[in-house]
Nanobody, 117 residues
Framework: QVQLVESGGGLVQAGGSLRLSCAAS????????IGWYRQAPGNERELVAR?????????ADSVKGRFTISRDNAKTQITVYLQMNNLKPEDTAVYSC?????????WGQGTQVTVSS
């Protein structure tokens, strides 16, 4: 079992910044990539950014140049950060982190990000 706990969401004005954190604990030896997804009301969930154990990253086109994902691989916990700069109202969504291991999908509880214009 892997536990994912997100933090760092909130309300920010357009142009502002937030940093989200996702702490993974438990059977972290079983997981490789961890990703941040978001879902706005009425929209499908979309991948925002993803990072592998080795540090390879990929981003949604809509956040390239504004968001940066990074990862801290400690012995008993992996923490993945999503630094979000120059936030736009269209970034408003519930952000959730995700990973998988041994064929099992794991999701965090989600954190709300609201960007006011």
């Amino acid at each position: 079992q892997v536990q994912l706990v997100e933090s760092g969401g909130g309300l920010v004005q357009a142009g502002g910044s937030l940093r989200l954190s996702c702490a993974a604990s438990g059977s972290i030896f079983s997981i490789n990539a961890i990703g941040w997804y978001r879902q706005a009301p009425g929209n499908e969930r979309e991948l925002v950014a993803r990072i592998t154990r080795g540090g390879n990253t990929n981003y949604a086109d809509s956040v390239k140049g504004r968001f940066t994902i990074s990862r801290d691989n400690a012995k008993t916990q992996i923490t993945v950060y999503l630094q979000m700069n120059n936030l736009k109202p269209e970034d408003t969504a519930v952000y959730s982190c995700h990973t998988y291991g041994f064929g099992v999908d794991y999701w965090g509880q989600g954190t709300q990000v609201t960007v006011s214009s």
